[in-house]
């Protein structure tokens, strides 16, 4: 059986980023986007990075461009935007699909683990969190219109238990 601990997205760069490297941490992975209503949610996203990375969060940024063509730009546009705009500091990897027979496998493990509304797996859009215990589970998946202050109860919580 595959655990998202055993999967290697491609870093910004290109280069494999095992995602072992966070075994025992908490995780965000939110598919973003630059030009996305949701966009200024980078801003929370950062706050919740800075406030919680010194107790085992990490927050993984996904671009991708499969709704209404809003994340266009290559890898270094999309560094600097967020850098400039949001000042973010989390990793962010290359560009990826979600759905659809192209879905990187991080999102297609995700959507297997925790379904959305009405067991859907589909992602309906930009900003789609999910969140991962220490133990590498889904324990939260939450739509695009909730901010990251609307959970951080959640991930408090997941960053109190103890790592397996």
């Known amino acids: 059986m595959t655990t998202l601990y055993d999967l290697a997205p491609k870093s910004a760069d290109g280069t494999p980023y095992p995602l072992s490297r966070h075994r025992g941490q908490v995780l965000l992975v939110v598919n973003t986007a630059s030009k ?15 406030r919680h990375r010194s107790e085992g ?12 063509g809003q994340e266009p730009g290559d890898a270094d546009e999309i560094a600097r935007f967020c850098s400039l ?3 973010v500091s989390f990793p ?8 659809g ?6 999102f297609s493990h995700l ?18 969190k ?14 695009p219109q909730t901010k990251p202050t609307d959970f951080e109860a959640d991930v408090a919580r997941a960053l109190a238990e103890p790592a397996p």
């Open 101 to 106: 027979p192209e879905a990187d496998p991080v």
């Open 130 to 143: 999910f969140l991962v215990g220490r133990d590498g589970r889904v324990i939260g998946r939450y739509p």
């Open 57 to 68: 969060l990490v927050v993984l940024g996904f671009p991708c461009n499969q709704f209404g």
């Open 36 to 50: 996305c209503g949701f966009t200024p949610q980078y801003e929370g996203l950062e706050a919740l990075w800075r």
């Open 92 to 99: 962010v990897m290359a560009k990826v699909a979600v759905n």
């Open 85 to 87: 705009t949001y000042e």
């Open 111 to 128: 959507k297997s683990e925790k379904p959305g509304l009405l067991g859907t797996t589909g992602i309906k859009w930009n900003f789609t």
